[in-house]
């Protein structure tokens, strides 16, 4: 509940996952009227997010090679939540969606809210969207299914092989410190025995990675799920791994629906 009597307040914002392109005008709007902003995201988009408002700090000095991320995303909040304390409208710019593979976000407008101040979320373009537009998908066609990779590999997960499979943060799949910015051959070989399941070796999946940048092309490249284990990765790699079987009639379910359209009329 918001105490009318406090003053301090944030608002985290998603930029898009592209400079200058993706940005709806609500979240720039909050950023250029903020007395401070907190920016996690590419260098080039902080520039361009210096150019909104020039009482910028970056939220990446905080994450290190070797360094626990969730350590990391506590000391994310806890600078964010020391200027809302003292009273600051603040506002917490994150490249793509802020709510999208995001921890501090979620958890900075949760502890501000229980505080009593004034907290809530705009959302931007995130990779998901940029996936759907680049590689042609429409989630509604045959369903999608997301996973982050690590998640994916640590739980037992019901895959529908006959809807898309879209795999996040494949560059760092079977990490367990959260401190990894890379995990090697080993790791993706058990990712691909456990997709082994449902799709077979020689199954096409594609690597996607969007662009920072407008000039640059999104990466799109069409590989066998075998050839995984060799492939070049980074921390933005995401797999898309198309249906390996067709939807299956749920015919029970059809014969009802026609016999109650029968009865009507």
């Known amino acids: 509940m918001h105490d009318s009597n406090k003053t301090g307040s944030i608002v985290c914002v998603g930029t898009g996952m592209t400079v200058g392109a993706h940005i709806a005008p609500i979240a720039r709007s909050h950023i250029e009227n903020a007395d401070i902003v907190f920016f996690a995201g590419h260098p080039l988009m902080e520039m361009w997010v210096t150019e909104m408002n020039s009482n910028l700090h970056s939220l990446q000095v905080f994450y290190a090679e070797g360094k626990d991320r969730r350590i990391t ?27 999208v593979f995001a921890l ?50 640590f739980y037992q997960r019901q895959v529908d092989p006959s809807a898309y499979l879209i795999l996040w943060q494949v560059g760092i799949a079977g990490d367990k410190s959260a401190a990894k910015f890379s995990t090697g051959k080993a790791y993706r070989q058990i990712l691909v025995e456990l997709l082994n399941e449902n799709y077979p070796n020689e199954h096409k999946v594609a690597l996607y990675e969007c662009p920072t940048v407008a000039i640059r092309e999104p990466r799109i ?18 797999m898309l791994i198309p249906p390996s079987q067709k939807l299956l009639k749920n015919q029970s379910i059809i014969d009802r629906l026609a016999l109650l359209e029968k009865n009507a009329h």
């Open 73 to 99: 995303y506590k000391e994310m909040v806890n600078a964010m939540m020391t200027e809302v304390r003292a009273g600051k409208k603040v506002v917490g710019a994150f490249y793509g969606h802020p709510g």
């Open 104 to 153: 501090p976000p979620h958890n900075v407008i949760k502890i501000a809210k229980k505080e009593g101040y004034a907290a809530h979320m705009v959302p931007g373009i995130s990779a998901e969207d940029c996936l759907y537009a680049d590689l042609g998908v429409d989630p509604g066609k045959v369903g999608s299914q997301h996973f982050e990779a690590s998640q994916f590999m």
């Open 221 to 238: 490249e069409w590989i066998t799920l075998g050839d995984f284990i060799e492939a070049e990765l980074s921390l933005i790699t995401t």
